[in-house]
């Protein structure tokens, strides 16, 4: 069996975990604090800082993984094509966690090298700059860290004035020692989608349902499947999603996003592992979910079809106040509806605005997709969170 080695440890790399877990394979998770929600439900685990090289290369020589699975982005990725050369394998490769570590990198190579549609987009390194890459690309337009998560340091610059706050803003939520920001001009889309996208080492990619969901704050609030799509957008999503994950190579589940606007389809960002709206995969609307996928493809298991089995929505529970030792209730109240079920993911402190869990919502193939989205939001208010 392997011996995996999780960098990053939160709610995702928890249901990733468990998958692994369930057929017998070895886990020590990693992340820069204790008790991360992985760590919980690993064999071992580690405590270190992730963009620290010598760190990094201490943990790979003391536990000897056969696997590398990045979880986060705020992680000293250049060591990877290091330990490619060493023999252990890097989820889904070197060069696609490096490549999507940086926002930079990953546009660049969509946009330029493999010619998909994106937004118009400029790079800035300083506020003086960014006023100047505001005037080329327009107001309104959205600004982003190059390396950053969740949302964070993500904002829309409406007018003159919001510049130097969107600047200030993007620093402060930066991830790793880039600081520089990705400006895009605003592209007028009706919807945004997921897909997430399953290369194999020695089988066909296969695509999941769509994705549809909600953000705010540049993070999700809700997340259905499936998203609605017109066949053609779904096509050249799909070809999209293959190009540009066929040119980062290796095997594993990729979060690709979308824009959807009037004039078609629009790249815009890409997770090199599971995604965040793709939890509505844990509510059972597929065959294998998100984390199942992920790892059969990393152990080259072959995945013979994904299909789509109920519709499903989910919805976050988020935290209002700082707390060392936030509880739930309101559980009995969840757990009596029908077809809903949540996670809880143990995080050991709250903030405002953090994810502490999920609601999660089924029903059948013939649903609307609507009603399922507001039962999975009426369900996420039934618990609370005491600080």
């Given at each position: ?34 008790n ?7 064999h ?26 990045p ?47 994106t937004?118009?987009y ?19 337009c ?37 600081v520089?920001?990705?400006v ?12 997430l ?28 499947q ?18 540009v ?17 009037d ?57 209002s ?52 989205v ?14």
């Amino acid at each position: 069996m392997a011996k995996i080695l999780l960098l990053g440890s939160g709610e995702l790399g928890k249901e990733f975990v468990i998958a692994a877990q369930r057929i017998g394979q070895t886990i020590i998770a990693v992340d820069n604090y204790e008790n991360a929600p992985a760590m919980q439900v690993a064999h071992d685990f580690e405590v270190i800082n992730m963009l620290d090289g010598s760190e990094l290369d201490r943990i790979i020589a003391k536990h000897q993984p056969d696997f590398i699975v990045p979880e986060i982005e705020a992680i000293r990725t250049e060591r990877f094509y290091d330990y490619e050369k060493q023999g252990i394998t890097v989820v889904p490769s070197a060069k696609a966690a490096n490549f999507t570590m940086n926002r930079k990198a990953i546009r660049d190579l969509a946009a330029k090298e493999l010619g998909l549609k994106t937004a118009n987009y400029r790079y800035a390194t300083s506020a003086s700059e960014l006023q100047k890459a505001v005037e080329e690309v327009g107001i309104p337009c959205v600004v982003k860290p190059l390396m950053s998560s969740s949302g964070k340091g993500q904002s829309t610059i409406k007018s003159q004035e919001d510049i130097e706050k969107a600047w200030n803003y993007a620093v402060e939520g930066s991830r790793g020692d880039v600081v520089e920001v990705i400006v895009e001009a605003f592209v007028k889309f009706n919807s945004e989608i997921t897909l997430l996208t399953v290369t194999q080492n020695n089988n066909p990619t296969l695509f999941c349902a769509p994705i549809g969901h909600r953000q705010e704050r540049g993070d999700y609030q809700e997340s259905w499947q499936p998203a609605r799509i017109s066949d053609k957008d779904l096509f050249e999503a799909q070809d999209m999603a293959e190009k540009v994950t066929e040119a980062l190579g290796g095997a594993g589940l990729f979060g690709v996003e979308f824009f959807l606007a009037d004039d078609g389809v629009y790249f815009s960002e890409l997770s090199p592992r599971p995604h965040d709206t793709g939890m509505v995969t844990l509510a059972g609307t597929q065959n294998f979910n998100e984390f199942e996928l992920h790892l059969r493809a990393i152990l080259s298991l072959p995945i013979f079809e994904i299909t789509l089995e109920k519709n499903g929505a989910s919805a976050v529970i988020l935290a209002s106040k700082n707390s060392t030792n936030p509880t739930f209730s309101g559980l009995e109240k969840i757990t009596a509806l029908p077809k809903t079920d949540f996670r809880i993911f143990g995080k050991p402190t709250s903030r405002p605005y953090r994810r502490m869990g999920v609601s999660l919502v089924n029903d059948t193939l013939e649903t609307p997709i609507e009603e399922v989205v507001e039962k999975a939001k009426s369900a996420a208010k039934l618990i609370t969170i005491n600080y």
